[in-house]
Structures are given as structure tokens and as C-alpha cells.
């Protein structure tokens, strides 16, 4: 019963923005950093941006600092992940992960099965 759960992901074109849940299910994430990875067909996933427990922490891979931001709300149990002027390599499925506030997906100890990003004009 304990489960990440996805969602928020479809069609966005070239500049536009798309906004990614991640919900817990039977288990809270506040004692938990999350991270939001992205594997594209044939890539390696990728570790995008993460968050500590408290919120207070967030780190990001440098290609999407200054587009994306991370941010949680524990009384939700929610973490988000909003995207801002997308690019097509930003497409592929998005996975949340609990564990540490970590961009390698070694260190994550929970995954959801992810929520496809697909950018296209």
C-alpha cells in the first residue's frame, strides 16, 4: 500500500509549462527528501531537481535551473515539481523518488512508475 503516485504529466509545446505531483500513499513524506528524475527512449534517467524534508534545501541539474522549481507541502503529503518554458529535451517520463535530496537515482530508496512529459509544437 505504500506508493508514489504521478500525475500532471501530457502535451506541452515549446514554452509552455506543465506543473508534476508526486503523492505518497500510506506512508508521509515529511521525515523524506524527493527528487524528480528524467528518462528519455535510449537515455539514462537523469536526476532533474530535488528537495530536502523540510523544504529548506532544493538542488537542481543545470539545465534546468531558472525554468523549473520544486517545492512541497507536507499537510498534502504532495510534493510538485512546476516546469516553465519548456524545451524538447525536457520530454521523457518523470519518476519521483523518496529517500535524500540526492540527483542520483542510487541514493533514492521509493519510486512512483512516473508520468510522461512529451514537448512538441
Known amino acids: 500500500q505504500v506508493q508514489l503516485v504521478e500525475s500532471g504529466g501530457g502535451l506541452a509545446q515549446p514554452g509552455g509549462s506543465l506543473r508534476l505531483s508526486c503523492l505518497a500513499s500510506?506512508?508521509?513524506?515529511?521525515?523524506?527528501?524527493v527528487a524528480w528524475f528524467r528518462q528519455a527512449p535510449g537515455k539514462e534517467r537523469v536526476g532533474v531537481a530535488c528537495i530536502s524534508a523540510s523544504g529548506s534545501r532544493t538542488d537542481y541539474a543545470d539545465s534546468v535551473k531558472g525554468r523549473f522549481a520544486i517545492s512541497r507541502d507536507n499537510a498534502k503529503n504532495t510534493v510538485y515539481l512546476q516546469m516553465d518554458n519548456l524545451k524538447p529535451e525536457d520530454a521523457g517520463l518523470y519518476s519521483c523518488?523518496?529517500?535524500?535530496?540526492?540527483?542520483?537515482?542510487?541514493?533514492?530508496?521509493?519510486w512512483g512508475k512516473g508520468t510522461p512529459v512529451t514537448i512538441s509544437s
Open positions: 500510506g506512508f508521509t513524506l515529511d521525515y523524506y527528501g
Open positions: 523518488a523518496a529517500g535524500i535530496c540526492s540527483l542520483r537515482p542510487g541514493a533514492m530508496i521509493n
